[in-house]
């Protein structure tokens, strides 16, 4: 199997970057084939921009859904766009590491879902969702965070962090592919001190030498439910008779 570990941390010391070696080293010790984008090392620019191509459409203006169709019909996106394009459909799991920053994920890897998810490419007005052009693969977020476990809870104060994530595993959701159940690791900050502090590191390196069977459990377990094409009517609202499985789709306000 190939694995794709994409890492969205400035700081090589970081914990976010010692827990993305330890899934290279786990997946790679279970003999899978790794390829990794470090969006910091690379410099990857996360900004979608006009300067990215060499044409836009229409002249003059830059739609950016067009202009993306156009260079992937004509084989002619920016270099650094086919290259994790070629990643991505060489895997068959993508493990995202990540900090959540301001209630979100951070900007360079939005940025890079912007400019690297094609229109034309990686999804269309046809093969999206259920049809999906990137289905049969799997996604997993290793996220840290600094808040604690109850503070991100449903009734925390710092916001229920599956709902915070949900953007992001909806739009791999639209591109067709399977998100797994998120691993969040909570209060990972350098403000610890005293007893604390030696608490935190010696959970965050149990963390760290459980990931090698993390990793194998990802070809097992089973994902995030999200509806199906066919639970919405033809103008694309939720059927009565289907399930909610978000609060972002629902029956009522």
């Known amino acids: 199997m190939a694995v794709l570990v994409v890492i969205a941390h400035p700081d090589k010391n970081s914990f976010t970057q010692q827990w993305a070696k330890e899934s290279i080293h ?29 044409f836009t459409y229409p002249k003059n203006q830059f739609d950016v859904l067009r202009t993306q169709e156009f260079h992937s019909q004509n084989n002619s996106l920016p270099k650094e766009v086919l290259t994790e394009l070629e990643k991505i459909n060489r895997c068959e799991l993508i493990i995202f590491h990540f900090p959540i920053w301001w209630f979100s994920p951070p900007a360079a890897l939005k940025g890079w879902m912007e400019r690297v998810f094609v229109n034309g490419a990686a999804h269309d007005t046809t093969y999206r969702f259920d049809k999906g052009k990137l289905k049969n693969k799997r996604a997993q977020f290793c996220v840290t965070m600094g808040a604690s476990k109850q503070e991100s809870s449903f009734n925390g104060k710092e916001a229920d962090i599956e709902m ?27 403000y610890h001190k005293d007893n604390k502090k030696i608490e935190i590191e010696k959970n965050l ?6 990931q090698l069977s993390f990793i194998q459990n990802c070809q097992l377990a089973e994902p ?30």
């Not at 390196?205 to 459980?210: A, H």
């Open 26 to 54: 786990g997946a790679r010790n279970l003999e899978h084939e790794v390829l990794v984008s470090d969006l910091y090392e690379m410099k990857f620019d996360p900004i979608e921009k006009a300067a990215h191509y060499d």
């Open 164 to 190: 915070l994530l949900w953007p992001m595993a909806y739009t791999l959701k639209y591109l067709g592919m399977d998100v797994l159940p998120h691993k969040i690791i909570n209060s990972v900050h350098s």
């Open 205 to 210: 390196k149990s963390e760290l030498q459980n």
């Open 224 to 253: 995030l439910k999200f509806n199906k094409d066919t639970d919405f009517s033809n103008d694309g609202v939720l059927k009565e008779s289907a399930l909610s499985h978000s609060p972002f789709i629902r029956h009522s306000k």
